[in-house]
């Protein structure tokens, strides 16, 4: 079985701080990650996706990997309301093995 | 550009009635498509993958079935539902290695 954890949450911050989440997984085999967002009631949106190892920076997103830790984590800079939301971390299997999720609240 | 359309998004459903849940892709062909069920506390679990017309690879033994007649339409069914079957069904295709997602369907059994 292909596992792949998160803290269930909820992790509240203050707008304008930054947002840690955190991942692990099982397979060491594993090549690709993946971070989706998804809003009450609505389906998942891809945010970003790494492969290599260290950081990958999109706009206020940063996505950090560590295959030797079996290891990734969502960074999202200046925080905003409109990012609340549940975030969720997969790992490509030949499809992709998703872990159940943060829930991040935002705050003003 | 590629698009991914369910219906219906939401239905309420009697246990032991059928079920017919509809997925079509726009602007591909032969697309990886896949059905995921997301019950209430629990993550996205995989039911099925297809890999092309009449190709259905089932990953949770269970009431439900799927099937692909035609290229870029997706279909999930069941014969008598449980109520353990309620929850928001996702389907998606795979661009590469990125999965994107339909509106999804949320189905409540009573």
């Known amino acids: 079985q292909k596992e792949v954890e998160q803290n269930s949450g909820p992790l509240s911050v203050p707008e304008g701080a930054i947002a840690s989440l955190n991942c692990t997984y099982s397979?060491?085999?594993?090549?690709?990650f993946f971070w989706y967002r998804q809003y009450s009631g609505k389906s998942p949106e891809l945010i970003m996706f790494?492969?290599?190892?260290g950081d990958k920076e999109d706009g206020r997103f940063t996505a950090q990997l560590n295959k030797a830790s079996q290891y990734v984590s969502l960074l999202i800079r200046d925080s905003q309301p409109s990012d609340s939301a549940t975030y969720l971390c997969a790992v490509t299997g030949y499809a992709l093995n998703f872990g159940k999720g943060t829930s991040l609240l935002v705050t003003p | 550009s590629q698009t991914i359309h369910q219906w219906p998004a939401t239905l309420v459903q009697p246990v032991g009635s059928p079920l017919s849940l509809e997925c079509t892709v726009e602007g591909t062909s032969n697309p990886n498509l896949y059905w995921y069920r997301q019950a209430a506390g629990r993550g996205l679990q995989l039911l099925f993958y297809s890999v092309g017309i009449g190709q259905i690879s089932s990953e949770v033994p269970q009431n439900l079935s799927a099937s692909r007649p035609q290229d870029r339409q997706f279909i999930l069914s069941s014969k008598k539902l449980l109520l353990s079957d309620s929850g928001f069904y996702l389907c998606?295709?795979?661009?590469?290695?990125?999965?994107?997602f339909g509106e999804g369907s949320r189905l409540t059994v009573l």
């Open positions: 998606a295709w795979r661009r590469v290695g990125e999965l994107f």
């Open positions: 397979d060491r085999g594993s090549q690709s």
């Open positions: 790494i492969y290599s190892n």
